[in-house]
């Protein structure tokens, strides 16, 4: 299967803690190689952990979501391709 849902940092944040309790429902209905993250978001992750004074909680936290999270590079490429998706979106009225 490949990838059909890339996270974004929040989306991430609510999975870990659980809060909306709906987005980690949504996410569970779907196969976990379908489910990725940037590095990006694994970035904006792991120096959310450093600056966090729950380090360990947060670490142990992150790491376990990492088992089940893919992680994917992020190219050039990518860069242009999301960029024009926004444009179209804002376009549509739809934000993100």
């Known amino acids: 299967m ?17 809060h909306p309790e709906h987005v980690r429902h949504t996410l ?29 909680l947060n670490r142990k936290t992150l790491d376990g ?3 089940y ?3 994917y590079p992020w190219i050039e ?4 391709i999301c960029g024009e998706i926004r444009t179209d979106l804002e376009k549509k009225g739809t934000l993100i």
């Open 2 to 18: 490949k990838l059909q849902w890339m996270l974004d940092i929040n989306t991430c944040i609510a999975i870990m803690n659980q």
């Open 28 to 56: 569970m209905k779907h196969p976990v190689e379908s489910v990725g993250m940037s590095v990006i978001s694994l970035y904006e992750l792991e120096y959310g952990v450093c600056k966090s004074k729950k380090k360990a």
């Open 65 to 67: 979501f990492k088992t």
């Open 69 to 71: 999270i893919q992680t």
């Open 77 to 80: 490429d990518c860069a242009r």
